[in-house]
C-alpha cells in the first residue's frame, strides 16, 4: 500500500502562504488522480484540490482562486501552493488518491492561519 507523507505547514498571518509538498512511494501514484483533504478540529475531512495524472485539475469553492495543486511525477510529489490565507483554512492537510483504494493515511500537516 503507498505511503503518504506531508510536509510544509507552519503558522502564518492571514494573508500569508504556504507551499505543502506530499511524497509518496509506489508507483501508480504516478497515474492516479490525487487529492488534497483538510480536516479541521470538530469537522469532517474535505477535499481541497484534485490533480489527474494528467495535470487537470479542480478545486473546492472554499480555496478556488486562492490555490494551485501541481504535481512532479519525477520526484511522486503533489504540491499544494495556498495564498491569502484566511483564518478558516486552519486544519491538518492530508494527501492521498481521490478515489478508493485509498493509500495508507499519513500524519498531515498542520496549517495554522493566526496573527
Known amino acids: 500500500q503507498v505511503q503518504l507523507v506531508e510536509s510544509g505547514g507552519g503558522l502564518v498571518q492571514p494573508g500569508g502562504s504556504l507551499r505543502l509538498s506530499c511524497t509518496a512511494s509506489?508507483?501508480?501514484?504516478?497515474?492516479?488522480?490525487i487529492a488534497w483533504y483538510r480536516q479541521a478540529p470538530g469537522k469532517q475531512r474535505e477535499l481541497v484540490a484534485v490533480?489527474?495524472?494528467?495535470?487537470?485539475?479542480d478545486y473546492a469553492d472554499s480555496v478556488k482562486g486562492r490555490s494551485t495543486i501541481s504535481r512532479d511525477n519525477t520526484k511522486n510529489t503533489v504540491y499544494l501552493q495556498m495564498n491569502s490565507l484566511k483564518s478558516e483554512d486552519t486544519a491538518v492537510y492530508y494527501c492521498?488518491?481521490?478515489?478508493?483504494?485509498?493509500?495508507?493515511w499519513g500524519q498531515g500537516t498542520q496549517v495554522t492561519v493566526s496573527s
Open positions: 490533480i489527474t495524472s494528467g495535470g487537470s485539475t
Open positions: 492521498n488518491y481521490r478515489w478508493p483504494p485509498f493509500g495508507s
Open positions: 509506489g508507483s501508480d501514484f504516478r497515474i492516479r488522480p
